[in-house]
């Protein structure tokens, strides 16, 4: 199994962070600029409400909302998930499918230290999984 520490392996610095009166239109083109999946929300103090991901903007657009007319919080979930650093590769999985949401914020205390990824997340539990077998087989083979 995973440790705790692992997590901390693929966890994304934040790029940039946008205010949630911005449009999607212009959170986009700052994440299109970036070359980023997901961007950071804030409110007017600058502290987070929630991640716009691309999966939000195609829901949005799915529902024929125009993007230039939309503000970023009018499109992100109503609830900020975050999980801590000592979170496992596992329960950030867990967490992700259960929320249904791609990018998770990582937070130690009240202090923001990254998002992470799904694909991250997915990418650390077969590494995992891939050393559980290099293990087994090293120990089968030589006892």
């Known amino acids: 199994m995973a440790t705790g520490n ?28 970036l070359g980023t999946s997901a961007i950071l929300v804030v409110d007017s103090d600058g502290v987070p409400v929630g991640v716009l991901t691309q999966r939000d903007v195609l829901s949005m657009i799915a529902a024929d909302l125009d993007p230039h007319l939309v503000l970023v919080e009018q499109a992100i979930s109503e609830e900020l998930v975050t999980v801590s650093l000592q979170t496992t590769p596992e329960e ?52």
């Open 6 to 33: 692992a997590l901390q392996r693929v966890i994304k610095p934040v790029q940039a962070t946008i205010d949630s009166s911005r449009t999607v239109c212009e959170a986009v083109t700052r994440m299109r600029r």
């Open 92 to 143: 950030a999985m867990q967490v992700m499918l259960e929320r249904s949401h791609d990018e998770l914020l990582v937070v130690d205390r009240d202090l923001v230290c990254g998002l992470v990824s799904m694909s991250d997340v997915t990418r650390l539990l077969v590494e995992d999984r891939d050393a559980r077998i290099r293990d087994l087989t090293f120990y089968i083979t030589h006892g």
